[in-house]
């Protein structure tokens, strides 16, 4: 396993992002970051870890300039603007495929929070290369209008304490047309901080991208 801290160009700055790359891979997962966090989010390093295991590549990359998060850390606004975040993450997608140019990955998200929603408008953008979506306690409702345009197969996991969050995962996935499943965890709150909570995800989430990017791998 080899980690490359690496940048991704926008047209104002650039946005940093961790590559991880295992020794036989067998597709990449970006993730998607979001209310505040960034590609050091420990959760989601956590999640990034356990699916290297299992083959993945994993792109870690933060959706916001250093510029843009010192702004967001005053005013929490950015954080909410998802259309922007999506509108990264799809340019950290074109950098992954530009990347892996020599060998064409199956592509899947796994976004947090706000960056749920983001990654479900993104795939809804790239419905023909998006594999896969896989959300942690997110807000795939704000993804809004984009919802019945996913076609990626989508696993939605929330804490079974995170009562707020389930109803609105509950309202998304009842817009959704693709192929999905809404995944409780028993016991857990919003940041799955309780005893096996995230080991329960980081499970649920490989076996879903393994899953969906089986056919194309096959």
Not at 132 to 139: D, I, L, T
Request: charged content about 20%; aromatic content about 6%.
């Amino acid at each position: 396993m080899t980690h490359e801290e690496t940048s991704i160009p926008i047209a104002r700055g650039v946005l940093g992002a961790t590559l991880g790359i295992p020794e036989a891979t067998r597709g990449i997962v970006i993730f998607a970051h979001g209310s505040g966090s960034s590609r050091f989010s420990p959760r989601n390093r956590f999640v990034a870890d356990q699916l290297a295991v299992a083959g993945f590549a994993t792109l870690l990359m933060d959706l916001l300039t250093e510029h843009e998060d010192r702004i967001d850390h005053v005013t929490a606004e950015l954080r909410f603007d998802v259309r922007l975040l999506a509108q990264r993450l799809r340019t950290g997608t074109d950098w992954s495929q530009s990347r892996f140019a020599d060998r064409p990955l199956p592509i899947g998200y796994f976004g947090a929070s706000t960056g749920a929603a983001a990654a479900l408008i993104a795939a809804a953008e790239a419905s023909d290369l998006i594999k896969a979506v896989v959300s942690r306690g997110g807000r795939p409702d704000l993804a809004g209008d984009s919802l019945p345009h996913v076609l990626a197969p989508t696993l939605l996991i929330v804490g079974g304490e995170d009562h707020a969050v389930i109803r609105l995962n509950r309202q998304a996935q009842a817009a959704m047309r693709c192929k999905n499943d809404l995944a409780i965890v028993p016991g857990a709150t919003h940041l799955f901080e309780e005893p096996g909570a995230l080991e329960r995800v980081a499970a649920l989430a490989t076996d879903w991208f393994r899953a969906s990017m089986k056919a194309t791998l096959a």
